[in-house]
């Protein structure tokens, strides 16, 4: 068996771990390569040279106790009810005031308008962040270019992990292409692709390869056109572009 064979061998195994068996299992293939072992561990996986040294370090200590955990005891962001009681109650109440039907069905829940109006579930940061001129803006473009109306409900900030595309699509590519060195486009949307479920879940994929200007900024004469009304529960989060 040659070596890349061994490799690709090896890859499938690691794959099958979890997160502090890989590195682990990692930073036992980089001991035992020796000289060069860790920077070839890391072209090989993927893993970051940081996480492999640390697999490293847990291998050779031979007074480590033997845990299921994943993390430290009490280790990780504190859950956001922890924090902020109420924000359950409070995204209960915007997903009561703006969807119908069964929100863990296959399709899609649709708010209770009439024909004309969409409505878009986002997270708070990145490009569609809930204070970003610019997002609003494009939408308003959007909205005057297609004469829909559209009503933006956004995730407060900690709770994107909510959003239904998290657990019904994002989740499944993760574990497709766990494992997987991501190393060109082509790999990464044949991988993406090739995501499917028991369930009949298919993507589509492409590249987007528009160059999009950096650091645009909206000008006050272009925000006077946006035209938003912001809702009653969270005016911050939930507001109609129409």
Known sequence: MGKNDTDRLWLTALSECNEVQRRRLAGVRAIEI?????????KLTGMSHHTIIKGMKEVRNTKRLPTTRLRKEGGGRKKIVDKNPDVKKEIENILEENTTGNPMSKLTSSPPFMVGRRSICADSGGSNAS???????????????TRLKITVCHFPPGTSKWNKIEHKMFSFISM???GKPLRNYEIIL?????TKTKK????KAK???????LGKKISEKELEKIHILTHNINPQWNYNIG
């Open 131 to 145: 204070r970003s001129k610019l997002w609003k803006f494009y939408l308003q473009k959007f909205v005057n270019k």
């Open 176 to 178: 497709n292409w766990k």
């Open 34 to 42: 020796g000289r060069g072992g860790l920077l070839y561990v890391c």
């Open 207 to 213: 590249m987007d390869e528009k160059i999009y200007e």
């Open 200 to 203: 009949g879940l298919k993507i």
């Open 190 to 194: 044949n991988l993406i692709e090739g």
